[in-house]
């Protein structure tokens, strides 16, 4: 099985009927949690991101917005982490461990210890793309020593 490539997505894909499915699903009180599941997890992620379109085109609505507001907890972090492409996931992450009182070289760690040079320029475009900063330099203003050193290293 190829990296990346877990999920393969519904043959003869059409993002209308999904997007649909997902509106309904999030429309008036309660929500239609296995709707969602049986939607999300059975798209690839390109096919996912086309749904997301669909469903702004559509209802007007952000899909990841309206995830956040009807969904909560692991749940909700789970299926708008589906959202995303891998590197604006990788990104996001990366931002979020580094916003706020502290940061969380864990997740710093895990991303930019066990990604290819490769993945690491597209996390790094991503960044950029979506928080108009440089992640280098964000790196640099939250960490210090061996630590900053080697986190760098891994960057270029």
Do not use: W
Not at 19 to 48: C, F
Not at 93 to 99: G, I, T
């Amino acid at each position: 099985e190829e990296e990346g490539k877990a999920v393969t997505g519904a043959l003869n894909f059409d993002p209308t009927p999904d997007a649909q499915t997902l509106y309904k699903a999030m429309k008036g009180l309660g929500t239609d949690e296995q709707a969602i599941i049986d939607v999300l997890t059975k798209r690839s992620n390109m096919q996912r991101q086309q749904i997301a379109k669909s469903f702004k085109a559509q209802f007007g609505k952000d899909l990841i917005e309206s995830l956040k507001s009807e969904l909560s907890g692991n749940f909700e972090r789970l299926m708008v982490a589906l959202m995303y492409s891998p590197f604006n996931y990788d990104a996001k992450e990366l931002h979020d461990a580094m916003k706020g009182v502290g940061t969380s070289e864990d997740v710093i760690i895990e991303i930019l210890a066990s990604r290819t040079k490769a993945q690491i320029k597209e996390i790094i475009k991503a960044y950029k793309e979506e928080y108009g900063s440089d992640l280098e330099e964000d790196i640099k203003s939250e960490t210090s020593g061996y630590f900053e050193q080697i986190l760098v290293c891994l960057l270029q």
